[in-house]
Structure formats: C-alpha cells, structure tokens
Nanobody
Framework: QVQLEESGGGLVQPGGSLRLSCAASGSIFSINAMGWYRQAPGKERELVAVITNGGFTNYADSVKGRFTISRDNAKSTIYLQMNSLKPEDTAVYYC?????????????????WGQGTQVTVSS
C-alpha cells in the first residue's frame, strides 16, 4: 500500500505562485509514477502533471509553461510549482501515485490518491 500526504494549498491572488508537496510512504518501491490531478466544481478530475520514476514529465496544455513538477532525490516526494496562477486554476488538487502488478500479458494498474488540497486563485 501507498499513502500520500499533500500540503501547500491555499488562497493566492491571480499572477501569484504556490508550491504543492506530496510525500509518499509505504511501498514506495512499487510506484511507477506520481502526479497531480485537479477537479473544479462541476468538472471531471483532470491530469495536471505527471513524473515517472525515470524522470519523464508530462503536462496538461492549460498549465504548460506555468507549472513545473519535480521530485526529491529519494523519489518519495513530489512538488508542483505553480506560477502565474489564474482564476481558472482554482480546484481541489490531488496527488496521485500508481503501480502495476501482474503478469506481463495482463498488467493491472492501481491508483493511490491523496486527500486533496484546495487551491483558490482569487483577488
């Protein structure tokens, strides 16, 4: 099992910056990748950014150039540096980690989620 603990959410003005942190514990050796999702009221949860154990990153088009995902040397904590924040970035942000298990012909993905942290961008 994997446990995820998020921190860093809050209220920020448009154009401001915020950094989210997510610490993973438990069976961290089994994690294939970690990332951030967000969900705004009335909308489905969407991918914001992901980073694999090999360091590959991917971002939603809406945050490219503004957000940066990174991880610490131990690969147990990830960060999301959010710059030039916009009101449309307002959402609950969730830390995610996923693993794969099973034979090569039938790998099963299991996702783990943090409790979510509210990010509100408003003047």
């Amino acid at each position: 099992q994997v446990q995820l603990e998020e921190s860093g959410g809050g209220l920020v003005q448009p154009g401001g910056s915020l950094r989210l942190s997510c610490a993973a514990s438990g069976s961290i050796f089994s994690i294939n990748a970690m990332g951030w999702y967000r969900q705004a009221p009335g909308k489905e949860r969407e991918l914001v950014a992901v980073i694999t154990n090999g360091g590959f990153t991917n971002y939603a088009d809406s945050v490219k150039g503004r957000f940066t995902i990174s991880r610490d040397n131990a690969k147990s904590t990830i960060y999301l540096q959010m710059n030039s924040l916009k009101p449309e970035d307002t959402a609950v942000y969730y830390c995610n980690a996923y693993t794969y298990a099973g034979p090569p012909s039938y790998q099963l993905r299991r996702d783990y989620w943090g409790q979510g942290t509210q990010v509100t961008v408003s003047s």
